[in-house]
């Protein structure tokens, strides 16, 4: 997968507009200023300000106050990630408590996210491609001070080039894979009675977040696009609450998959 144009059939180019929200750092360990409030340090232009409100973590995750017990324990580093369905469109986020005084610091914590905004469509199309986007390059870090804010809040789209996989061997692969049935069972079903469902996995399913992520991108990769459900299928990671909807979860905490 790589930034470009499409070069065959299988591959499309998927457009995501960026938002990060937090404090700006200073310095290699991003240190933050005593001085420094949060706000909005970097906006993709032709963002509109309107989708703020819906991209507060709060929104995302569902809940009335966003503290640290809100991410599982095993996660607090990276953070926790979402993927959900909002309108026409599909937000991933990946929003975490860091030190004030750098990574590996014992400093006041303070709230960080980074969000990228894409075509819902986009998504449908091509979901290993975009879970494999929000699994590599979507870190919560703070944003530098010394650039400034004309660029941070100003900066072009990203662009990508995703490949489909090839059908056959995603198939042979789930044939095979312990976590395929539990997937696909809850997918299935949700498409049936409508309730809300959620299936939860653990550090026995899956040895990291990009394991799960890459898995769940397989089973998406067969659901045909005439799927009923396909809006309310949300992907997390790191979360202690699930989403309403068919939620496919990874908790590090956790054992073997469970069903909600």
């Keep these: 997968m790589a930034r470009g144009a499409p070069s065959g059939a299988s591959e499309a180019v998927v457009t995501f507009h960026r938002l990060h929200y937090g404090k700006l750092g200073e310095g290699e360990e991003r240190r933050i200023p005593a001085s420094e409030g949060y706000a909005v340090t970097r906006r993709s232009a032709g963002l509109d300000r309107a989708w703020d409100p819906h991209l507060s973590p709060l929104r995302l995750t569902g809940l009335r106050r966003f503290e640290p017990d809100a991410i599982d324990i095993g996660a607090r580093s990276a953070g926790c990630l979402v993927a959900r369905a909002v309108g026409d469109s599909m937000i991933f986020m990946r929003a975490r408590f860091r030190p004030e005084d750098g990574e590996r610091g014992s400093g006041r914590l303070h709230q960080q996210a980074a969000i990228l905004v894409g075509s819902f469509e986009s998504f449908r199309g091509h979901p290993a491609g975009c879970l494999s986007i929000a699994a590599h390059d979507l870190r919560a870090l703070p944003d530098l ?44 079903d949700g498409a049936d009675n409508c309730a809300d469902a959620c299936r939860d996995f653990g550090a026995r399913d899956f040895p990291d977040e990009g394991a799960f992520l890459a898995a769940v991108g397989f089973v998406l990769e067969l659901l045909p696009s005439a799927y009923p459900r396909w809006r309310d299928v949300s992907v997390v990671s790191g979360l202690a609450n699930p989403l309403p909807g068919l939620c496919l979860r990874y908790v590090p905490s956790l054992g073997r998959a469970q069903a909600a």
Excluded at 155 to 170: F, I, K, N
């Design 145 to 188: 001070a010394s650039e400034g804010a004309a660029v941070r809040l100003n900066e072009a789209p990203l662009r990508w080039r995703v490949s489909r996989p090839d059908p056959e061997g995603v198939r042979r692969i789930l044939e095979r894979a312990p976590w395929a049935f539990p997937m696909l069972e809850t997918l299935l």
